[in-house]
Nanobody, 118 residues
Framework: QVQLVESGGGLVQAGGSLRLSCAAS????????MGWFRQAPGKEREFVAA????????RYADSVKGRFTISRDNAKNTVYLQMNSLKPEDTAVYYC???????????WGQGTQVTVSS
């Protein structure tokens, strides 16, 4: 049974930082692309960042480029999202996801709330 468990969310002031973690189990983590998505109240879920399992390439949404960094530790089966210079518009529930093939996000975590106050 695949499980993705996010942690690290919370309340932070604008300009602050948070690091989200997502611990994976039940899958061959090193062979999965890992990504982060977010969903703000009243909005659709949107892509934030992803890191491929083979090339190590990273992709970011334009809205977070230069502020967020995705990384992974295959030894710990964990993917991270370092979020700096946070803005109120970053407030959302953040989800991690796993994809065996590019764009095919098949496994999802339960989400962690990030709230950025102005």
């Amino acid at each position: 049974q695949v499980q993705l468990v996010e942690s690290g969310g919370g309340l932070v002031q604008a300009g602050g930082s948070l690091r989200l973690s997502c611990a994976a189990s039940g899958l061959t983590f090193s062979r999965f692309n890992m990504g982060w998505f977010r969903q703000a109240p009243g909005k659709e879920r949107e892509f934030v960042a992803a890191k491929s399992w083979d090339t190590g390439n990273t992709r970011y949404a334009d809205s977070v480029k230069g502020r967020f960094t995705i990384s992974r530790d295959n030894a710990k089966n964990t993917v991270y999202l370092q979020m700096n210079s946070l803005k109120p518009e970053d407030t959302a529930v953040y989800y991690c996801a796993a994809a065996r093939f590019p764009g095919s996000w098949v496994y999802w975590g339960q989400g962690t709330q990030v709230t950025v106050s102005s």
